[in-house]
């Protein structure tokens, strides 16, 4: 079945620490990859999102992500993260049609 | 340009009420969705609408109904609210489906008690 993993529920970094929220997607083909963000109380904003191409993707706010397809992966990653980051992230993949498929989320902490 | 706006913010509702809550998006896009997101679940699609006259059914569409209004509005309805129903709505537009971002409403915090 088609299906998004984010295997952490919550992380915890320093602010001015790396960041990598990891994903994983089982599907058969190669997806359209999104992550978004979601500040407390909001919708969701996408950060950055892979079609084909160059498998380092940039996008908003300092983020990449970087396309494995031998992983299945597309793990999100900031050098240095800001106290503003805290939120949580979702990885997304839309497998076609009009269809997108979610993972659970995971909740980024930042402490001073 | 205010994107995508829901109303109501915040509902409460006792199990048998019904209600509808309302979603319209000014970026001329054409397709639009509802999904709901529970606490360790992500977000899951109960309906969407592909372009203005259709709709189809998404992940958990069993208690709900919608309507494509016209292109900017698409409503979701709770004929009968259950407990399980509780949780946040989102609704959402793209472009195109299948390689447009999806932009979302701030969404509608929902209880039934």
């Known amino acids: 079945a088609q299906s998004v993993t984010q295997p952490d529920i919550h992380i915890t970094v320093s602010e001015g620490a790396s960041l990598e929220l990891r994903c994983n997607y089982s599907?058969?083909?190669?997806?359209?990859l999104f992550w978004y963000v979601q500040s407390p109380g909001q919708g969701l904003q996408l950060l950055l999102k892979?079609?084909?191409?160059?498998?380092l993707v940039q996008g908003i706010k300092g983020f990449e992500a970087e396309f494995k397809r031998s992983q299945s992966s597309f793990n999100l990653r900031k050098p240095s993260v800001h106290w503003s980051d805290a939120a949580e992230y979702f990885c997304?993949?839309?497998?076609?049609?009009?269809?997108?498929?979610f993972g659970a989320g995971t909740r980024l902490f930042v402490k001073a | 340009n205010a994107g995508v706006t829901q109303t109501p913010k915040f509902q409460v509702l006792k199990t048998g009420q019904s209600m509808t809550l309302q979603c319209a998006q000014d970026?001329?896009?054409?397709?639009m969705y509802w999904y709901r997101q529970d606490p360790g679940m992500g977000l899951r699609l109960i309906y969407y609408?592909?372009?203005?006259?259709?709709?189809d059914k998404g992940e958990v569409p069993n208690g709900y109904n919608v309507s494509r209004l016209n292109k900017r509005e698409f409503s979701l309805r709770l004929e009968s609210a259950a407990p399980s129903q509780t949780s946040v709505y989102f609704c959402?537009?793209?472009?195109?489906?299948?390689?447009?971002?999806?932009?979302f409403g701030p969404g509608t915090r929902l209880t039934v008690l």
């Open positions: 599907y058969g083909a190669t997806p359209y």
């Open positions: 970026m001329n896009h054409n397709s």
């Open positions: 997304a993949a839309h497998t076609g049609g009009f269809k997108t498929i």
């Open positions: 892979y079609f084909s191409g160059d498998t």
């Open positions: 959402a537009s793209s472009g195109q489906a299948n390689t447009d971002t999806q932009y």
């Open positions: 609408s592909a372009s203005e006259g259709t709709t």
